[in-house]
């Protein structure tokens, strides 16, 4: 113990010399190493949040956010001072959920000064990427749509478009995924445990947001809310900088907050301590959990008040911006919609829509017909998805309970509207039921977000071509006819930055040598040029060279996180993403199990002659949904008895990657050479994360599913292993199942009842797999059609494994995936949202 204890000083004094050698001196706008190391020192020393004289990884990162934070500071206020002389019309991205991923990576590449940390680092005794892996993902998202929204973030910064995200500041976001032989295990989220030293605190931005009440009627006939809880709304700003450009917009999170004059101190010291406290109670509820569990009334009523704290607080904000910058002018309302364009990210924000409409009218004073033209030339709606339990649909009694005077607009937007139909479309009263906005089934009554978004906004808008047409042609078909020019396709994107010059600098640095320039970075269209290099046996070297430094950089974190040994020189093969049963992770353990049963028969030189391969699954389970977690839980069952065959393990590994995040995501996509996007035809909307794994190189086995289908025609159809049933053929297929037409492939059958006969173990899987069998019926009849695309989804992984053993032929496909990625940039998706859905500029601060 005392030998310990000598070490650890002997440390901290060896630290403390270094820092002796480096003045502690601010330099907040320095560019040099020298100079940032004085300053990481100058906030190690006087910007302390732990004990002194410790300098240790954690303590060293702080410093080190604080010492960019202090750039990115300057540029922020620079970026909105400019903005509020310009007074350009600007952007208001809603969102509940965003994947930020770390920040400090991101920063210093976004400020071109990856090199000066790394020196200045090495000044003080560290390391730049041990620095980095000190940070946590911030916890304020789930999957695709936070990711997205972030993607987002960057590209309107980095394309100098006047723009801000609103969001909420989750103080435990989602879950951290545990995994025990138990299966998955879901614990708070730590994030937030000491603080976030990219957030900005604003006191001096706070709105009261109400809950419940009533509403009353003045004499004149106008309506006011009134009575009810109320909660204030403290904005915290998260700075999002852009690549090589001065312009810092903002991400602005809500936190909610009860004040001091709701707490009771008369109860508290008559011993009635939860009483005293309530609303602050109530207040911690909302900003606690992303998607808290909603089976109950209480639970129902969590998720509906995160929603409209978010819309209130954010429009409130946004109307507050708008007077700001009219100065000591008369407010003109209808100039409203040429300043303002706000965007809601999926139905979760959909209640902005009576929000402004309540406020415009209550607040401001406005008619109906007034509020009406200024909201709907407003708000702009983006769907992701058909699934029917992501299309909200809320109950009128919990609105109403919560809600009162945002019902009342509801219930007035839908008579209106059926009011409409009946006058200029009497072909399409009997489709009214399914049209209006309020479900009022006496059994199950209900409010339709996304009824409520097309009727109210300008725009509505899928994420890929194939989900916008199936949006056109059948969800929102009926809409289209009335509306036809309100629908728009919007192919996502994801930022070059973050998912190829920064998690990837091996390939990064060889794809700006082969090309001449890195202009690629903002410019994504220039990889098609790669193409004409893609049989040069130098670059194909190169590229070889560099996806194995980072399969073994992945084989390393495998190792550290799983205790599970992979070997670089198999194919490694990834599906990472939340796990549901439309995409299909069941699709892929099922191949895997008859992989592992056919290596088992083999004699040993047969075996040497198959394509090794390391399959990697990783997601979050939803704690509610039992099927998902089932496959969590069969997944590593299967892994824990491949991985330990000694017989096999040479030429198969199994492993689940826990808890799955942003940062999770740059270790794994640049190591990948095979990803699975296997969803079910037509029920994946876009997918980010294809496009992430094709720019890095890495081929794709998957479905004529959402962005699938442009990547396939954009990297080139031989470049892509298809498989499955597509779109249009699905619901036929589903109904000859249910009439008992479905004969199933024998290694379907045989590698399902492998799973039965307990060779993985003996928890009961039968439910699981029972959800594949039979022809109809809850959890029954296989609706995601896994056993009809099994033979054909096998057959594709045989053409996977013949390809990778001519080395020069993947390494060609793999040049040319990348090559073919340039569509994909979130900086191509959002320059068509500014023009042709937000009608923004770019707003570029200039140059001093």
Wanted: glycine residues 6%; hydrophobic residues 40%.
């Amino acid at each position: 113990m005392a030998e310990a204890t000598v070490k650890t000083n002997g440390a901290a004094t060896a630290k403390a010399k270094i820092l002796e050698k480096i003045p502690p001196i601010a330099h907040p706008l320095a560019k040099a190493a020298t100079e940032i190391a004085s300053n990481i020192n100058y906030h190690a020393q006087y910007s302390p949040h732990f004990s002194p004289f410790k300098f240790e990884p954690e303590q060293a990162y702080y410093a080190t956010a604080e010492s960019v934070h202090d750039q990115l500071i300057k540029q922020w206020n620079e970026t909105y001072s400019h903005y509020h002389q310009v007074n350009p019309k600007q952007t208001y991205y809603l969102s509940m959920e965003y994947l930020q991923g770390r920040a400090l990576t991101n920063a210093v590449g976004n400020l071109d000064l990856q090199v000066a940390y790394a020196d200045a680092l090495k000044q003080l005794g560290h390391d730049l990427e041990n620095i980095v892996e000190q940070e946590k993902d911030a916890a304020l998202g789930n999957g695709g749509l936070g990711r997205l929204a972030s993607c987002f973030l960057d590209s309107m910064a980095t394309l100098n478009l006047p723009a801000w995200g609103y969001g909420l500041r989750y103080r435990y976001g989602l879950f951290k995924q545990r995994i025990t032989k138990a299966g998955q295990e879901e614990i708070a989220e730590d994030w937030l445990e000491k603080f976030s030293p990219w957030e900005v605190v604003r006191h001096d931005v706070v709105f009261p947001i109400r809950f419940f009440g009533q509403v009353e009627v003045n004499p004149n006939g106008s309506r006011k809310w009134v009575g009810g809880e109320v909660i204030q709304a403290l904005a915290y700003d998260v700075p999002i900088p852009g690549y090589k450009t001065k312009n810092t917009n903002s991400l602005r999170l809500w936190e909610a907050k009860a004040s001091s004059n709701d707490f009771n101190l008369f109860q508290f010291n008559e011993g009635e301590y939860e009483s005293a406290a309530l609303l602050h109670s109530s207040a911690q509820q909302i900003c606690a959990v992303l998607y808290p569990g909603d089976a109950t009334e209480n639970g129902k009523l969590l998720r509906l008040k995160q929603q409209y704290f978010l819309c209130s607080a954010s429009l409130r904000d946004i109307i507050a911006r708008f007077k700001e910058r009219n100065g000591e002018k008369e407010i003109q309302w209808s100039e409203f919609p040429s300043k303002v364009a706000v965007q809601l990210n999926d139905t979760h924000p959909t209640l902005a829509i009576p929000e402004l409409m309540r406020v415009l009218m209550d607040d401001e004073g406005l008619g109906w017909d007034e509020a009406w033209d200024i909201t709907s030339k407003t708000v702009a709606y983006t769907n992701h998805t058909v699934l029917p339990e992501a299309l909200e649909k809320w109950s009128q009694a919990v609105m109403w309970k919560l809600l009162p005077r945002h019902m009342e607009i509801i219930t007035e937007i839908d008579k209106r509207f059926i009011a409409l139909i009946k006058s200029t479309r009497p072909d399409l009263e009997s489709k009214l039921s399914s049209l209006c906005i309020l479900d009022n089934n006496p059994q199950k009554a209900v409010v339709r977000m996304a009824n409520l978004c097309v009727v109210s906004a300008h725009t509505v808008n899928g994420v890929a071509q194939l989900h916008s047409d199936i949006l056109k042609d059948e969800l929102f078909a009926d809409y289209v006819s009335i509306w036809p020019t309100k629908f728009q396709n919007k192919t996502n994107g994801i930022t070059p930055r973050r998912w190829l010059k920064f998690c990837n600098p091996e390939l990064s640095q060889i794809i700006t040598k082969w090309l001449k320039t890195d202009k690629w970075v903002t410019n994504l269209d220039l990889l098609t040029n790669l193409r004409q290099f893609a049989d040069n046996s130098e670059l194909q070297s190169e590229w070889e060279s560099a996806k194995l430094a980072s399969k073994k950089r992945l084989a390393n974190y495998v190792l550290q996180v799983t205790g599970v040994s992979i070997d670089p020189n198999s194919l490694f093969d990834i599906q990472v993403k939340r796990i549901h049963e439309y995409k299909r992770q069941l699709l892929n353990i099922l191949g895997a199990v008859y992989r592992y049963k056919k290596l088992k028969e083999m004699n040993p030189e047969d075996r040497k002659k198959t394509t090794p391969r390391t399959i990697m699954i990783g997601g979050k389970a939803f704690a509610t949904y039992t099927n998902a977690i089932r496959i969590v839980k069969l997944v590593n069952d299967v892994g824990d008895v491949v991985n330990s065959d000694p017989e096999v393990n040479n030429f198969l590994k199994i492993v689940f990657v826990p808890n799955y995040n942003v940062s999770v995501a740059e270790m794994l996509i640049p190591g990948s050479e095979l990803s699975q996007h296997i969803s079910t035809a037509g029920m994946e909307a876009s997918g980010t994360s294809n496009m992430k794994f094709a720019l890095n190189g890495c081929l794709i086995i998957g479905t004529l599913d959402g962005a699938n289908v442009e990547i396939r025609e954009e990297i080139g159809e031989s470049n892509f292993f298809l498989f499955g049933a597509t779109a249009d053929q699905v619901p036929r297929l589903r109904k000859e199942r249910e009439n008992g037409m479905f004969k199933p492939d024998p290694r379907f059958e045989e590698a399902k009842q492998f799973i039965r006969s307990g060779a993985f173990g003996s928890y009961d899987y039968n439910p699981l797999l029972d959800s594949l069998e039979g022809d109809s019926g809850y959890g029954r009849g296989d609706y995601f059609l896994v056993g009809y695309d099994f033979p054909s989804y096998m057959d594709a992984q045989e053409r996977v494994d013949e390809a990778y053993k001519d080395r020069k032929r993947w390494t060609k496909m793999s040049i040319l995936s990348t090559a073919g990625s340039g569509k994909f940039s979130s900086d191509r998706t959002i320059g068509q949202y500014a023009k042709e859905i937000w009608k923004i500029n770019e707003c570029a601060v200039p140059s001093a």
